[in-house]
């Protein structure tokens, strides 16, 4: 009887951590899809701003637009959603969950900016939302206090600084041969960004882990774990959007965002499993589902983003300034519907040397040609 009731007893209390868990993950869900949604409407309202003034005909600053601000406000909004995020969450769930700033985007840019729907497009959205399902439903459900004695416990552990050494080695290659060979391949930078982000993810799930504790009663703020985690966090944020943006001026964006999407997804999916092994315990079934998931979100990314063509430039002329060489403030441009299109201006002043040969040579055929 009394090995029944404790039975029992035990039954309510995994039935009740279990909820209390499903619970807890469901929110990180939630704020990381609405946190990404609104990333998407960011993006594409700084897209409108930016074609709605290259339209005027003397275009104000872009920084000076009430609508460009608004969408700055946005987007810090969203990325805070995703920061908090990871202090519900799995990182090996919140990372994979940017697909919906992609899914977003692509309807939102449809919908309000007119741009053309593709077969393409809606098949990469429909993986790409399967893909989602599949990662919300099979992700490890599991329930982690972050607390500063287990950072620092996941800092020294040897799985971890194994996978910190081989990191240290691979990006101080690619590192070499990026700024000394001048290796400017995509796969290269985008590996950069891609190490960085392992740190960053790791760092950020550390820092809104202790913050939620902190918010909870358990006080965090006054370990030196702490500050150690926000300064990595800092940091390998900053060098991360100047890799990115580099890569954004070598290469074109329907290169990186798919490709930057799998490095970064990937390089999540590892720091998580590593530091925060948020994959022990859970069913080979589960885990087999959650990276069939991944793989079907990233088709789906792929998709959406290749083949996209490249806005032309509405500016009705072409700037001498931006000739190599050329020094002038005028703009030139045959007027088709001057009657004098194809012709040389009669005003224009004859082209000539230093030794004025070819001024002589066009008078000499000039004379020659009188009646």
């Known amino acids: 009887m009394a090995n029944s009731q404790m039975l029992s007893g035990n039954t309510t209390y995994l039935a009740g951590f279990w909820d209390d868990s499903y619970k807890t993950q469901l929110l990180g869900i939630v704020i990381a899809i609405a946190g990404n949604f609104l990333i998407s409407i960011s993006l594409n309202l700084q897209k409108y701003t930016h074609v709605r003034l290259s339209r005027q005909k003397d275009p104000e600053p872009y920084y000076k637009s009430v609508l460009w601000w608004c969408a700055i406000i946005l987007m ?67 329930s982690q206090n972050i607390t500063a004695f287990k950072v620092q416990k996941y800092l020294v552990s040897w799985q971890f600084l194994v996978y910190l050494f081989f990191e240290i080695i691979v990006f101080c290659i690619l590192l070499y041969l990026y700024k000394k060979k001048d290796l400017k391949h995509i796969v290269v930078v985008l590996m950069l960004v891609a190490l960085l982000a392992s740190l960053t993810v790791i760092s950020v799930k550390a820092v809104a882990g202790m913050i939620t504790e902190s918010v909870k009663g358990h006080l965090q703020l006054t370990y030196p774990i702490f500050y150690v985690m926000l300064i990595i966090m800092v940091a390998s944020c900053a060098f991360q959007v100047k890799f990115l943006n580099q890569a954004m001026e070598i290469f074109d964006a329907t290169e990186v965002v798919p490709i930057n999407f799998v490095f970064f997804t990937a390089s999540a999916i590892i720091a998580g499993v590593i530091f925060y092994q948020e994959f022990y315990g859970v069913a080979l079934l589960n885990i087999f589902m959650f990276l069939f998931g991944i793989l079907l979100s990233f ?6 983003t290749r083949n996209r063509e490249r806005k032309k430039s509405e500016v009705p002329f072409i700037d001498i300034d931006q000739v190599p060489g050329q020094k002038s403030m005028d703009k030139i441009q045959p007027d088709a519907s001057s009657i004098s299109y194809g012709s040389l201006d009669a005003e224009a002043k004859p ?6 040969e070819l001024k002589d040579t066009a008078s000499n055929l000039l004379s020659s040609h009188k009646p």
């Open 76 to 142: 810090g909004i969203g990325e805070l959603g995703n920061f908090a995020a990871y202090g519900f969450a799995p990182a090996t769930l919140v990372a994979p969950l940017g697909c919906v700033s992609v899914i977003a985007s692509a309807v939102i840019s449809v919908a309000f900016l007119k741009e053309t729907l593709r077969a393409s497009d809606l098949l990469g959205g429909a993986l790409a939302i399967s893909g989602t399902y599949l990662l919300v439903t099979f992700a490890p459900n599991i």
């Open 299 to 304: 088709l789906g990314v792929f998709l959406i």
């Open 351 to 356: 082209l000539g040397n230093k030794d004025g």
